[in-house]
């Protein structure tokens, strides 16, 4: 059974901190994994990942890959009050573009 | 103005009622997706469709059923042999394999 793994679960911080979202898969026929940022509704896209090592970087939020090791981190670096949002990863696996999320990363950034 | 549609944002049934949940794209993508999300945790999908006239069974599809008998649309039957139907339902849409996919805005179905 495909299975991916969030850690950790809830996360506070301050303003301004950097923090480390985390990422671990176990499934058959990876073919990519995906970020997404969850506010209130719809989640939002923020990276895909398919080739080892090559951070993705978006303004103050970067991704990378370990395909090795099966996992992928989500770095945002000052944070602000508006990155509060729930973190999802997902794996893509197949050809028929399947997705199979973790249970996503509760982040709550105070003043 | 492009993107997906979900209707209605909120629904509320009896138990024992069947209730389709509707989805809409016009962003011309062939892939469309039902996921499930229950709160404190992740997504789970339902059913999904690469063509038109073709779906496939996703991780739960007990107790669901969809059609896809246009590119546009892909609506989700919620059977009253769904044990446990409350939940967030999202729809999704992907341009091919290769691509990230994109979510409408959710219906928040509650069943009593």
């Known amino acids: 059974e495909d299975k991916v793994v969030q850690s950790p679960l809830s996360l506070v911080v301050h303003e301004g901190d950097t923090v480390t979202l985390n990422c671990s898969y176990e499934v058959t026929n990876f073919r990519s994994l995906l970020w997404y940022k969850q506010e209130k509704k719809a989640p939002t896209f923020l990276f895909m990942l398919t080739s080892s090592g090559i951070e993705k970087k978006s303004g103050r939020l970067s991704s990378i890959l370990d395909k090795k090791e099966l996992f992928s981190i989500l770095n945002i670096t000052a944070t602000q009050t508006g990155d509060s949002a729930v973190y999802l990863c997902?794996?893509?696996?197949?050809?028929?573009?399947?997705?199979?999320f973790g249970t996503g990363t509760r982040l709550q950034v105070t003043l | 103005d492009g993107g997906i549609t979900q209707s209605p944002k909120y629904l509320f049934r009896k138990e024992g009622q069947n209730v389709t949940l509707s989805c809409e794209q016009n962003?011309?993508?062939?892939?469309m997706y039902w996921y499930r999300q229950d709160p404190g945790q992740g997504l789970r999908l339902i059913y999904y469709?690469?063509?038109?006239?073709?779906?496939q069974k996703g991780d739960i599809a007990e107790g669901y059923s969809v059609s896809r008998e246009k590119k546009e649309s892909f609506p989700l039957t919620v059977t009253s042999a769904q044990k446990n139907p409350t939940a967030f339902y999202l729809c999704a849409t992907g341009a091919g394999t290769s691509y990230e996919q994109y979510f409408g805005p959710g219906t928040r179905l509650t069943v009593t």
């Open positions: 962003l011309n993508h062939d892939a």
């Open positions: 997902a794996a893509r696996t197949g050809t028929a573009s399947k997705l199979t």
């Open positions: 469709s690469q063509i038109v006239n073709d779906f």
